[in-house]
């Protein structure tokens, strides 16, 4: 996915990536977590789950961002950011305040809900705040028996919580989900119940990569994975 353009291409295109949106709502959820109310013309996008937007951050700058909910009527759409504070993006979206403009490409991607199966799990951190609660509804209406698990800083473990997320768990952000020996133990691997789920794994790429090498090995699931961020690597 391409996160940077060069600065020719972005004068030459820059028309069809001028401002589409605006602001109309920010809150901090906790002194990391943004949550961006924008208004534009949505009436053409898809939203699905596991899709992201791209995000124009600055000239020559994007960076994918999840659709957390919207309303084609009232022509509005939120976004959950995580503002860690050491990016162009994190940095940009910190500085949002109403009326401020800017573009926002519609939704694309890759789906990671599968309704047809009854049990769904899903892990992520910070970053997957947004895809989760969007997700959650679905969960609920189709009867799923569902898990989400998160590894959150401790400033934002209580945000689950805030947003009205149901059936988590968190656990602190130490590498935990680095170490394939530490996942194997984790409850989900205690019974069989959980043997054929269907398992998306977002967030952190390398701890997206160690939970689904102990899945591959220990169960029949379906497993979706998609890295959202990785340490000293700018946009995924
Ligand atoms: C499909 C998809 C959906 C996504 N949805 C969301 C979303 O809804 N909300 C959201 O907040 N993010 C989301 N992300 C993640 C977001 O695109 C990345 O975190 C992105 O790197 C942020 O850009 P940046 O300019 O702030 O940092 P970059 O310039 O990309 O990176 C600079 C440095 O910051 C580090 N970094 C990047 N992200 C983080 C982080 N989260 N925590 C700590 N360090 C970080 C990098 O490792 C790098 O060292 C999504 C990513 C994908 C691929």
């Known amino acids: 996915m391409i996160s940077s353009i060069p600065k020719w291409v972005s004068n030459l295109f820059g028309n069809t990536m001028r401002p589409n949106v605006k602001v109309l709502e ?6 990391q977590i943004k949550k961006i109310r924008f208004q534009g013309d949505i009436s053409k996008w898809s939203f699905q789950i596991g899709y992201a937007s ?3 951050v600055s000239e020559t700058e994007f960076r994918n961002y999840t659709v957390t909910f919207h309303d084609k009527e ?3 759409f939120e976004i959950i950011f995580h503002i860690h504070g050491n990016g162009v993006g994190s940095r940009y979206i910190d500085t949002l305040k109403l009326n401020d403009k800017l573009f926002i490409s519609p ?3 890759k789906k990671l809900y599968e309704k047809n199966v009854k049990r769904q799990f899903f892990f992520g951190d910070e970053t997957s705040l947004g895809v989760a609660f969007a997700l959650l509804p679905l969960l609920k209406k189709n009867n799923h028996q569902f898990q989400f698990y998160f590894e959150l800083e401790e400033v934002n473990k209580n945000i689950p919580e805030l947003l009205g ?4 768990t968190t656990f602190p952000k130490n590498n935990s989900f680095r170490n394939e020996k530490w996942i194997s133990n984790l409850s989900l691997f ?3 119940e959980w043997d054929t789920a269907n398992f998306a794994l977002t967030g952190n790429v390398k701890s ?3 939970f689904r090498k102990v899945l591959k090995d220990k169960t029949q699931g379906n497993i979706y994975s998609q890295g959202y961020w990785l340490e000293g690597k700018k946009g995924l």
């Open 26 to 31: 920010t809150s901090y959820i906790s002194s």
């Open 54 to 56: 791209v995000v124009r």
């Open 74 to 76: 009232k022509e509005i």
């Open 107 to 109: 939704p694309r991607g």
């Open 165 to 168: 997320l149901e059936n988590y």
């Open 190 to 192: 205690q019974t069989d």
């Open 208 to 210: 997206v990569q160690a």
